[in-house]
């Protein structure tokens, strides 16, 4: 059967646009840690080949693809393999589970719409070497994905002050310790007020757009009809929540008072309750009848 999802039919992920929102097609990589992240981390854990392969080619990865990242995920630590007679299952490595329960905290986040604000922001004061552009891209993207906004040159800060531990982690992973400050606290009237600091560090514009065209997909896609249609819809609505995942910062109420994204995660949280029952059901049968007799 082929998913086809607000006009989006399973094809080669390379030309894949999915939901059509004008951002990068999903890379085989993100659709698999979609598939491992949902339909791995709670029972059946275990996974056959021909059930991966399965599913990511409803996605939109084509066998080859599909083969060749799982082997890329074993090597990476994420998933390991176990042979049973001609047939292949995987299952979550500990680092594949550390891996995914970091994207359900941030997910379970996602979904409920940023807490009550005290008014603290954690801030990180770094530099980085000019020689080192590699270490520079790896530090913006991991900033990124923690929602730290960057107002002035050198400054990067977050009103999630609980995610401090990761900012720390972050830090050190990339040696750059003694190269930056962290600090948590509230501004002082001599610079930028709140609003001006949330105009200049997110430039949100784009994602505006965005969620703007999800929710109109969201609104003429005719509802899915059990079986693959159904596992296939939520999976890549999976996908697409965690790539706004990446570019929302997820900001306060008081920061941000009418954003769009919190009806994007609503109306997102409001497919999955009623599409995941039948989409896990869905799974565990292919593991059921993709084992071997």
């Known amino acids: 059967m082929t998913a086809r999802v607000a006009g989006y039919s399973a094809r080669s992920c390379k030309n894949a646009s999915v939901f059509e929102l004008n951002l990068p097609a999903p890379s ?48 990476a630590g994420w998933v390991v393999r176990e042979r049973e007679g001609r047939a292949v299952k995987w299952r979550l490595a500990p680092k594949g589970r550390a891996v995914v329960s970091d994207g359900i905290h ?24 000019g020689e080192q552009r590699t270490t520079r891209k790896r530090l913006y993207g991991g900033l990124s994905w923690l929602g730290l906004g960057n107002p002035v040159p050198g400054v990067w800060l977050t ?75 939520y999976l890549e609505l999976l996908n697409v929540q ?25 109306r997102i949280r409001a497919c999955r309750e009623r599409w995941g029952a039948s989409a896990h059901a869905r799974w565990a049968e292919l593991v059921r009848d993709c084992a071997p007799r």
Not at 35 to 59: C, K, Q, R, S
Not at 115 to 122: A, H, I, T
């Open 242 to 266: 965690q790539r706004f995942m990446r570019r929302d910062p997820f900001l306060p109420e008081e920061l941000l008072p009418e954003w769009i994204g919190r009806e994007g995660a609503a």
């Open 106 to 129: 941030r997910s379970e986040a996602f979904l409920a719409g940023p807490p009550e604000w005290d008014g603290r922001w954690l801030l990180l004061f770094v530099t980085v070497p």
């Open 28 to 75: 085989a990589r993100s659709l698999l840690l979609t598939v491992i992240g949902e339909l791995m981390y709670m029972p059946p854990e275990d996974a056959w080949t021909t059930a991966l392969l399965h599913v990511l080619g409803g996605l939109g990865v084509e066998e080859h693809a599909a083969r060749q990242v799982l082997a890329r995920a074993a090597d």
């Open 159 to 233: 009103p999630h002050t609980e995610r401090g531990a990761e900012l720390s982690e972050l830090v050190e992973g990339l040696g750059l310790r003694t190269s930056a400050l962290s600090v948590v606290g509230s501004v002082h009237g001599a610079g930028l007020d709140v609003d001006e600091i949330a105009g200049k560090a997110w430039d949100l514009t784009d994602l505006e757009a965005h969620y703007r065209v999800l929710l109109d997909q969201l609104d003429a896609l005719p509802e899915p009809q059990g079986g693959d249609e159904t596992l296939f819809a």
